[in-house]
């Protein structure tokens, strides 16, 4: 079973940064692909950014030259960098987890809000 737990969150001024962070446990922890995703009010759940363990990156296009995930395999943690925040970006932002070779996120995290004020 792996678990993964979101820190980070809160309200910023559009133009401003928040780093979001993710630690995930458990045995096969290490081994997997983390994604950020997020769902705002009224709008399906959107996977943002990617990574795997070798360091993989995948971008949202809206997101591209904003945000940077990246990952400390030594402490199963994997980062969202966020810059430049617009309005837009305000949701819940997710942490999900997947297997190697699978296409679904098969674990999640509780969820952090994140709100962008203009």
């Known amino acids: 079973q792996v678990q993964l737990v979101e820190s980070g969150g809160g309200t910023v001024q559009a133009g401003g940064s928040v780093r979001l962070s993710c630690v995930a446990s458990g045995s096969i922890a290490s081994s997997l692909t983390m994604g950020w995703h997020r769902q705002a009010p009224g709008k399906q759940r959107e996977l943002v950014a990617s990574?795997?363990?070798?360091?993989?990156?995948y971008y949202q296009q809206s997101v591209k030259g904003r945000f940077t995930i990246s990952r400390d395999n030594a402490k199963n943690t994997v980062y969202l960098q966020m810059n430049s925040l617009e309005p837009e970006d305000t949701a819940v932002y997710y942490c999900?987890?997947?297997?190697?070779?699978?296409?679904?996120?098969?674990?999640w995290g509780q969820g952090t809000q994140v709100t962008v004020s203009s």
């Open positions: 990574i795997t363990r070798g360091g993989i990156t």
């Open positions: 999900g987890a997947r297997q190697v070779g699978s296409a679904q996120y098969e674990y």
